[in-house]
Structures are given as structure tokens and as C-alpha cells.
């Protein structure tokens, strides 16, 4: 069964850090780019990062340049998102999902991982 | 950035209903369009992409049409477990897509 398990959540305090990891399995992981999408408590869909299968290209939402830094490990089938300076802004459900057909589309999403920013 | 307006925000219908969601782009995003659906403490799922394609192992009662800078998802015949929020997803400027603000749809 293609899976992708997000954990790592967490409350944190503004300014701390925080790291997010995605298993992977039923696939070839290290052929997939994959994004980090989230979303914030009763609001919609936002994506945060993208990375490419080999990890050489990577890109992030303005709302996050500078903060997060997103990675991999294929021969960990692993996603990562490294969050610092963390923000009550950044309160959120964190998903990794997969993306097919040139990063046009996302078609296995992970079940979600909450992070939640308060002192 | 390309922004994704839906109409309406949310709705109220029955078992059996036909239903339109629409979706607009703020600038041409040709047929780089996709259609998530997602039910509550749920991941979202994939229902149709390049505006008109089915994934697979979607239910047919779901179509999508459009290109330019309206879409439109369509549930023919709304069943149960059809109740949900709708996600449309521009993918033209990828990997820096967009969401749109999604629609409800809830039980008349």
C-alpha cells in the first residue's frame, strides 16, 4: 500500500524549532518530488515547499523562505522539514504528499502532522 | 501570484442533487486545474486534474470542465458520502501552486 506518515508535531514557543518527518512506502520514493502542504485550523490549503526527487532542486513559499528548510533521504524513503523561528502564524495541520506528472498534481497525501505555536 | 477564487463558499444540498462548484483563476492557467475533495480530521483527496481528468478510482458522478480562467466541478447525482469540502488547485505556476478557498458542502 502506497503510505506516506507524517510525525514530529508538536507544541512549541514562538521563535523555537521544530522537525517534521514523512515515511514513505509502497513506492519508489527516491523517483517522487514531494511539497509540504498545511493547513491552518479552520482555514484552507497552503503550499509550503517542494523538492525534487533527487533533492537538487527545492523551493518555499514566501510565508516561509528563510525559516523552513525542507530535505531528504532516499535511502531513508524520508521527507524532513526543518522549522525554526517558528511563528504563531505557523499553527498548523502539516502534510507531505507526493507530486506526479511534472509537480502538477498531488496524489498520496500523508495523514497530517498538527503543529501548534503558543507560549 | 495567481490567485483561485470558489463560488459559492458553501452549500446546502440533498442525497441526489446535482451540484456545481466554480472555480476562477486570476489570470489564464490553461487546463492546469485539479479537484480535491476533504472530509473532517481527514488528508485531502485527489478527484480530478487538468480540469477534466478523473484519477483513478474516483466515481464517475464526479466531472470537471473549464480552462482559461473558469472551472467547474460537477457531482451528478450528490451521494452521502459526498458531503465535504471542495479544494480547487492551480498547478500552471508549479511548483508554486495555489489553493482556493474551498466549498462546503453539507446536507440540506
Known amino acids: 500500500e502506497v503510505q506516506l506518515v507524517e510525525s514530529g508535531g508538536g507544541l512549541v514557543q514562538p521563535g523555537g524549532s521544530l522537525r517534521l518527518s514523512c515515511a514513505a512506502s509502497?513506492?519508489?520514493?527516491?523517483?517522487?518530488?514531494m511539497n509540504w502542504v498545511r493547513q491552518a485550523p479552520g482555514k484552507g490549503l497552503e503550499w509550503v515547499s517542494y523538492?525534487?526527487?533527487?533533492?537538487?532542486?527545492?523551493y518555499y513559499a514566501d510565508s516561509v523562505k528563510g525559516r523552513f528548510t525542507i530535505s531528504r533521504d532516499n535511502a531513508k524513503n524520508s521527507l524532513y522539514l526543518q522549522m525554526n523561528s517558528l511563528r504563531a502564524e505557523d499553527t498548523a495541520v502539516y502534510y507531505c504528499?507526493?507530486?506526479?506528472?511534472?509537480?502538477?498534481?498531488?496524489?498520496?497525501w500523508g495523514q497530517g502532522t498538527m503543529v501548534t505555536v503558543s507560549s | 501570484d495567481i490567485q483561485m477564487t470558489q463560488s459559492p463558499s458553501s452549500l446546502s444540498a440533498s442525497v441526489g442533487d446535482r451540484v456545481t462548484i466554480t472555480c476562477r483563476a486570476s489570470q489564464s492557467i490553461s487546463s492546469y486545474l485539479n479537484w480535491y475533495q476533504q472530509k473532517p480530521g481527514k488528508a485531502p483527496k485527489l478527484l480530478i486534474y487538468a480540469a477534466s481528468s478523473l484519477q483513478s478510482g474516483v466515481p464517475s458522478r464526479f466531472s470537471g470542465s473549464g480552462s482559461g480562467t473558469d472551472f467547474t466541478l460537477t457531482i451528478s447525482s450528490l451521494q452521502p458520502e459526498d458531503f465535504a469540502t471542495y479544494y480547487c488547485q492551480q498547478s500552471y505556476s508549479t511548483p508554486y501552486s495555489t489553493f482556493g478557498p474551498g466549498t462546503k458542502v453539507d446536507i440540506k
Open positions: 509502497g513506492f519508489t520514493f527516491s523517483s517522487y518530488e
Open positions: 504528499a507526493r507530486v506526479v506528472v511534472g509537480a502538477t498534481k498531488i496524489d498520496i
Open positions: 523538492i525534487s526527487s533527487s533533492g537538487s532542486t527545492i
